[in-house]
């Protein structure tokens, strides 16, 4: 149970209640979460965490929304949006740069070009923000965020910590710091040429708008690339593009995405889930692995 009044003792953010999450993910699909949480720093986030845990209230962590199929039921419990609170970046003076977990993934590499430092480009595009590319170690071209990194701040139980990167158990498309709420990381990046840079994030973007449905509510990559091969490729080979179930459809751009046509359910999606991996199994004897996390009631 939820005590409102607990929680303002010492909590300073915003609180809403009965929120629907359509609004605040990219596939614009998702019930109401019963109290949505905006904390506005480090002490807020860790006031409100070491409550909700102690008070053993459920919660997710959310960001830029992307990457996260919500259940039309909704969330139980709470949503903590670090978003707002946490949309920052800044160069140390030993050049290390430190951005908060609710930066976009769009602002942190212009922010890095804009300063000279070669290396986040690849990021360009990628929707979402820094907390979520962090816990999923997100990548794009052959690259990771977690190249780059230093260290990672972050509330682990009831306490705010510190993780060197090599303690962060960063792999493909994950990392061990999957209970943790990432709070800030700290990077070291080479020194590059600005207009280099600007061109290669440009191409960057012209790729991928050519290649992926941008126009769409979608939440980016709906499967893990299996070893040595692509998921787009497999679901492709299956003729699966254009498949549709209410208003949700396997990309005919790209078949790796399932978008939003405009009334969308989440069960929609998850029907086209269940489609494309029965269909790739039976085919390619190859089991797809989800890379949108599902949230919510379900």
Known sequence: MIALDDIRKSFRGRIALSEPMARYTTFRIGGVA???????????ALALITYLRRESVSYVLMGNGSNILVS??????????????FNYARIEPDSTIVAGAGIKLAKFVDFCIGNGYAGAEMLAGIPGTLGGAVIMNAGAYGGEISDHMLAVQLIRG????????????FAYRTSSLQGDVILEASFQFPSGQKENMKVARREMM????????????NAGSIFKNPKGDFAARLIQECGLKGTTVGGAQISELHANFIINLG??????????????RQTVFEKFAVELELE?????DW
């Open 34 to 44: 019963d109290i949505y949480l905006e904390p506005l720093d480090k002490e807020d």
């Open 206 to 217: 012209t790729k991928r708008n050519r290649s992926q449905p941008v126009q769409w509510g």
């Open 158 to 169: 009831s306490k705010l910590m510190t993780i060197a990167k090599d303690d962060a158990g």
């Open 263 to 276: 009334q969308a359910t989440a069960a929609d999606v998850m029907a086209l889930v269940q489609i494309a």
């Open 292 to 296: 949108v996390k599902l949230i919510g």
């Open 72 to 85: 039309d039921q909704g969330i139980r419990g709470a949503v903590v949006n670090l978003e707002v609170g």
